[in-house]
């Protein structure tokens, strides 16, 4: 049986009717349009003043709907629904999201071509003002990628209750909707979510799960309190339709209308506080700000003091740099200080162009922003290059009397020993002038060749998301920074000899910053799931880093060569994919030659190591005089290049040198594939073409395509 309100896939032949009435035990009877097909058969349209007797000449000229006299009763209805409703329209089309309430245009998307892919494509999200119906939030998640599932199912669980919803999945929103974003949506009150196919559109217009007032002590009658009892969402309307039919048709637009009943505004027992009227007013403007909006227990201006304390070597402020993603900034800016030793350390936040929403809530928080006038075209590396340098600079001039700070970019997730980390280690930017730096990322931060949080090493590194640099050095690479017209990015640019100067980084084993950003300006929701998702970073906040005096360079090139040293050679290792790659039982530490005349890695020799034992696998970094360290369940292991490694001349008699074939390399990538697309569901959806439309109507011309290009009908 079809659910009421749900429009079904494909071109209905014109008897099918394009106008349904939507009720559910839960609601009252809104009146729903869908159009995506023909208009009904004019007969169904009939002048009913006109009788049957009537000649058909005077029938066909009935016909012209000028002729017909206004329904007062019909008008009466359709003017008091108009008035306690908004009527909310929107039109998917192949290139095109557009959402309109009461005829003004509230969102708009449209596709461009961005990292290769269209980006017409995923899932958007739009929360309307239940009262005003003005515009709180808009955001589009790329489910066609990886990793985007975890943002879109966040950005649904953060909605505050009784706001007006629209979610509209635009063609190839279904690869990669997971469960978790799947759930939530349902949750919001979808029905046919998990019946979407690529290639189709599928829109619903809802409220979001209201709640029941109860205990309250303030008389607020009919105003929902939050943190109550939790229904699913009230839905107004839900269509499916297809955009591109599998014998590759364009199909018509999806258009939605939907008149949605007004609610009076969320009130909160908080709201008539002095001092939180101007957080009232910000909830009652922007959504997706759940803690900071919630009616129990809010987040107050006071958390920006609330962490826990910890010893201060020095004032090393944080510069937390954003620029269109509000959400981001919030993820982390909650993050950042509920991090021990917040509370205690300044923070400047720098946002690239005027963005109204971002700096309201850090002024809510107390927190100083300078904004930065962007330079670059939207989408270039110029922007985030000419952004970093403005923030890099002015932290320095904001506070004239520190002598160091902390970049952070704002899709960072933060460890609990964050600021710990850098107190621990800013002593050796002035102990040591051949150290430039201190990262809290690591590329290598895989549970399989990383576990040790209390270890640092010197590493021809750049600096990398979230990292310390002196005022010193700050002036100089200011100069050295990359120029506006130059192609290219501001990190890599950093890693050539003209800014480091023979200098090194200190990068933690185990990462105090975990990417979890997608869909983003440099990461991709791929590369977000095969190079960062799979990582992780310290959750310990009481870690104490050892071994910090063995980081003076020339102390630590002494540790290194002796470790070296006394490492134990591998034998019979043509193949160091094979599972166990180190001997059973043996405490090491080990070592192994490969083939590397220089750097830059040419072989590919690190490369396959990498691969195979399950460390960064896009290409060869975090060296050190060309070794690389891998800590694989406690056991260390130096991988060490030759000729290029000054320390392959420890071995006058020779040593055995791995030098990978094609094959090894395509067999070791092919490995690192399925390793690195493990998490990804099994299948997705698509339709087939039908032989009889009864299929199509019900929806039951599902095939079940998966990865190895397997086809399995429904």
Not at 320 to 338: C, G, S, V, W
Not at 660 to 669: G, H, K, N, Q, T
Request: charged share 20%; glycine share 4%; with cysteine.
């Amino acid at each position: 049986m079809r659910t009421p309100g749900v429009l079904w896939p494909r071109a209905w032949p014109w008897w099918v009717t394009a106008t349904l009435l939507t009720h559910t035990a839960q609601q009252s009877s809104f009146l729903t349009e869908v159009s995506a097909w023909p208009a009904a058969h004019p007969s169904h349209n009939r002048n009913l003043l006109i009788r049957d007797d009537y000649p058909v000449k005077w029938r066909k000229i009935a016909e012209n709907r000028s002729l017909h006299p206004v329904n007062l009763t019909s008008l009466k209805v359709i003017q008091e629904l108009e008035a306690d409703t908004f009527l909310v329209r929107v039109i998917v089309n192949k290139q095109t999201i557009q959402v309109y309430r009461d005829n003004n245009l509230v969102y708009e998307r449209e596709g461009s071509l961005t990292h290769g892919f269209m980006s017409h494509s995923g899932v958007h999200v739009v929360v309307l003002h239940p009262a005003r119906g003005n515009l709180m939030l808009g955001r589009q998640f790329l489910t066609h990628q990886p990793s985007e599932h975890r943002n879109l199912a966040a950005c649904l669980d953060s909605l505050l209750p009784g706001r007006i919803l629209v979610v509209a999945a635009v063609p190839d929103a279904v690869v990669f909707l997971a469960e978790d974003a799947v759930e939530k949506l349902e949750v919001m009150g979808a029905s046919r979510i998990r019946n979407l196919a690529a290639f189709e559109a599928w829109v619903m217009v809802s409220h979001t799960p209201a709640t029941t007032p109860s205990g309250d002590d303030h008389p607020k009658p009919k105003l929902p309190l939050l943190d109550q009892e939790v229904t699913r969402g009230r839905v107004w309307s839900e269509a499916v339709s297809i955009i591109r039919r599998p014998d590759g048709v364009q199909g018509s637009p999806l258009r939605v209308l939907a008149h949605v009943p007004k609610r009076p505004v969320l009130w909160c027992r908080w709201h008539e506080q002095r001092d939180m009227l101007e957080q009232r007013d910000f909830c009652d403007t922007y959504e997706g700000y759940k803690r900071l909006c919630s009616c129990s227990d809010p987040i107050r201006r006071s958390f920006r003091f609330s962490a826990p304390e910890i010893q201060m070597n020095e004032v090393i402020p944080v510069a937390m740099l954003t620029a269109i993603k509000p959400f981001n900034f919030y993820r982390q800016l909650l993050n950042l200080l509920e991090t021990p030793g917040a509370a205690q350390t300044p923070i400047l936040v720098f946002i690239d162009g005027p963005q109204t929403e971002i700096e309201q809530l850090a002024q809510l928080f107390g927190l100083n922003v300078l904004v930065h006038q962007p330079q670059g075209k939207p989408g270039s590396s110029t922007l985030l290059n000419m952004h970093f340098r403005f923030s890099v600079h002015n932290v320095f001039n904001f506070f004239p009397e520190v002598d160091k700070a902390i970049i952070l970019e704002d899709d960072l997730l933060l460890s609990p020993d964050f600021l710990l980390f850098f107190q621990q280690t800013a002593w050796l930017l002035d102990a040591d002038p051949t150290i430039f730096c201190v990262n809290a990322f690591s590329v290598n931060s895989y549970p399989e060749v990383a576990s040790d949080p209390t270890v640092l090493r010197r590493l021809e590194m750049f600096p990398q998301f979230g990292w310390m640099v002196t005022r010193k050095w700050a002036r100089e690479q200011y100069h050295y920074w990359i120029p506006e017209k130059e192609p290219g990015d501001w990190d890599w640019w950093l890693s050539s000899q003209n800014s480091l100067q023979g200098r090194h980084a200190l990068v933690p084993e185990v990462a105090r910053t975990f990417h979890a950003g997608a869909a983003g300006a440099h990461v991709t929701g791929w590369a977000q799931e095969h190079l960062f998702s799979h990582m992780f970073y310290n959750q310990d906040p009481n870690v104490k880093l050892s071994g910090l005096e063995d980081l003076i360079l020339d102390k630590y090139e002494i540790k290194m060569q002796h470790e070296i040293q006394r490492a134990q050679d591998l034998e019979g290792t043509e193949d160091p994919c094979v599972y166990p790659f180190l001997p059973p039982n043996q405490p090491g530490p080990f070592r192994v030659f490969v083939a590397s005349e220089t750097k830059s890695d040419e072989y590919d020799s690190y490369f396959v190591m990498q691969l195979c034992l399950h460390g960064f696998n896009e290409d060869s970094r975090e060296k050190f005089n060309g070794v690389v360290r891998f800590n694989l369940e406690g056991r260390i292991l130096y991988i060490i290049g030759c000729p290029a490694s000054p320390y392959c001349k420890l071995f006058p008699n020779g040593v055995r040198i791995l030098k990978p074939s094609r094959e090894l390399i395509l067999a070791a990538e092919n490995q690192a594939l399925k390793w690195q697309t493990r998490k990804y569901p099994p299948c997705y959806q698509q339709r087939f073409t039908v032989h009889h439309p009864t299929q199509e109507f019900l929806m039951e011309n599902i095939v079940y395509r998966y990865w190895n290009g397997t086809l399995i009908h429904n």
